[in-house]
């Protein structure tokens, strides 16, 4: 699922850079998502933090609905094997989830771990409070205001689950 098409309520928008500004309602051209399967996704992604007791405290910040994933792969070493020490970890963030504007993706190669730490590097624990920095710094930059919306508050990835999506 490309998020940049879900975080647009299902039309194509081209990536922009931060310090260009420009109207999204204007570049909503081709729909090649219904509106409703959006927001479904998209309450899947903001339900990744604010239900999730691992990733969802790493990324939260009061006052501000945000949505996400994680992602880990391992690498892979010249042999075409995979190393068992040696990953990508990424973590994607879409604010303000209840009218996305901003999308923040991280991804670092082979993270290293703390020599006192027996923690495995994920997207949750490398990615996640890296892009909640970033988000934080952008809400600073860009004085935005708060934005809770109920509707998402209320994120339960059971009552989103209906028969037009998946099977239970």
Known sequence: MDIN????????????VMSIFLDISKLKKNILLKSDSSEYFLSLLNAVIVKTEFT?????????????????????DPEGKYYKDRNMTSFIGVFPINNPRYI????????????DSKQRMTGAVVNAPLVKKII????????????????????????FYRLDYAFL
């Open 5 to 16: 098409l879900t975080g647009s309520i299902g039309s194509l928008v081209g990536p922009a």
């Open 136 to 159: 934080f710094e952008m809400i600073k930059i860009l004085n935005l205001p708060s934005n809770i919306d109920n509707k998402f508050l209320k994120a339960d990835i059971k009552e």
């Open 104 to 115: 923040v993706y991280t991804a670092i190669e082979y993270p290293k771990r703390p020599d």
């Open 56 to 76: 969802g405290p790493r990324v939260k910040i009061d006052g501000y609905n945000i949505g996400g994933k994680t992602g880990t792969s391992e690498l892979i």
